[in-house]
């Protein structure tokens, strides 16, 4: 058993496939006991997706004859005072007048396995019988009673033999711990590059990142990958620039988390095209604080709104941009520049981050200037 990495964490061993089978073999032996005479066929019913290795090796330890179905609880709906909060989905047997096993992976505080029990109960299970690989004692305090408990553990973050971190890790035969020894975090610079459509941060960001060793992560570049590769996101996303439209903050930020997790180990990152409004400033803000990290400097390109226009159409022409070809489409880009993204601007100046130059001139007098306060 080695450490795991999963996106932004890592995971030491726990519980090794040997212990978990020895555990298996002796809930298994109980449950076998205890059907041994049993008048009827019970039902095993595997609760998604969490289960699905240990009912396996359930299954094939139980020498009685049995049925076996899945199951997966809806999200809550309404309010507990409604009466059913949550409902079964799946379930692919009648269970009433039956008697249920309902084997769980973990159970900490027990308000999903108190749900489920109640639901199979309303539904006329007859009998309903709980399995759990694992229990957290020190945070079950439900009244239900846990027929058969594998094993027990403290009161950790685990993943390994079906349990996940957000859908991840699920595959390891083996149980992995969150690893608490943690290290310092690397210091890394962010600096942000603003300024109006065709201001040049693509060029200048390319050229700091080649001079000072950063990632550049430019959302325009992100979602023209989408787009090019036909993704669900790449066809909203070229719907909405093709009418010159901003793409939602929920899309953009969550391809600026990936980049963020994705390369760790770099010097920093130069943001090119986010943040365009304050609300996405505070979100940028939020999420780099989770990481112990910071913005270090705005730099700003200014230039006048002909210049922005030409440039545009030039850019257009060049690259073959279809979503940059018609004037009503720049100057609806450049009307939602001043309208949206120029309050930005305020926002920095009050973290004392915000350093302005002027973006006429040549690519390499505007990186001479950019240099100066790098």
Avoid: W
């Amino acid at each position: 058993m080695n450490k795991i990495h999963l996106k932004d964490k890592d995971f030491v061993p726990y519980i090794s496939y040997e212990q978990l089978e020895k555990a298996i073999d002796a809930v298994a032996e109980r449950i076998n006991h205890d059907f041994k005479d049993f008048d009827g066929i019970p039902i095993v019913l595997c609760v998604l997706n969490g289960s699905i290795l240990f009912t396996g090796e359930l299954m094939k330890r139980l020498d009685f004859p049995c049925e076996f179905s899945s199951v997966r609880l809806s999200s809550y709906e309404g309010t507990l005072s409604t009466g059913i909060t949550r409902k079964v989905l799946g379930l692919t047997s009648s269970i009433k007048g039956r008697t249920v096993i309902v084997v769980e992976d973990i159970v900490d505080t027990g308000k999903t396995i108190t749900d489920l029990y109640a639901l199979l109960r309303d539904a006329g299970a007859a009998n309903v019988k709980i399995c759990t690989m694992l229990l957290k004692p020190e945070v079950y305090k439900k009244d239900l009673k846990l027929d058969y408990v594998a094993m027990e553990i403290e009161n950790r973050f685990i993943v390994g033999f079906g349990l996940d971190y957000d859908q991840l890790g699920r595959n390891y035969k083996d149980i992995y711990i969150l690893d608490t020894d943690k290290k310092p975090a690397k210091t890394m610079k962010h600096y942000l590059i603003f300024g109006p459509p065709g201001a040049g941060k693509g060029t200048q960001a390319a050229r700091l990142v080649e001079r000072y060793g950063l990632r550049h992560v430019s959302t325009g570049d992100l979602l023209r990958r989408e787009i090019a590769a036909g993704t669900p996101l790449g066809l909203q996303a070229k719907s909405l620039i093709d009418n010159g439209e901003l793409v939602p903050d929920s899309v953009v930020e969550g391809m600026i988390a990936s980049e963020l997790d994705t390369h760790p180990d770099v010097k920093g990152f130069i943001f090119d095209g986010f943040p365009r409004t304050t609300a996405q400033a505070e979100h940028l803000d939020a999420m780099l604080a989770a990481r112990g990290q910071k913005i270090d400097t705005v730099l700003s390109l200014a230039i006048p709104d002909e210049t922005v226009f030409e440039r545009i159409r030039h850019r257009a022409e060049v690259e073959n941009r279809v979503d940059d070809t018609k004037p009503e489409i720049i100057r609806n880009r450049i009307d939602t520049y001043h309208a949206k993204t120029e309050p930005v601007i305020s926002y920095y100046k009050g973290r004392g981050v915000y350093k302005e130059v002027d973006g006429l001139g040549t690519i390499d007098e505007v990186f001479d200037k950019l240099c100066a306060l790098m």
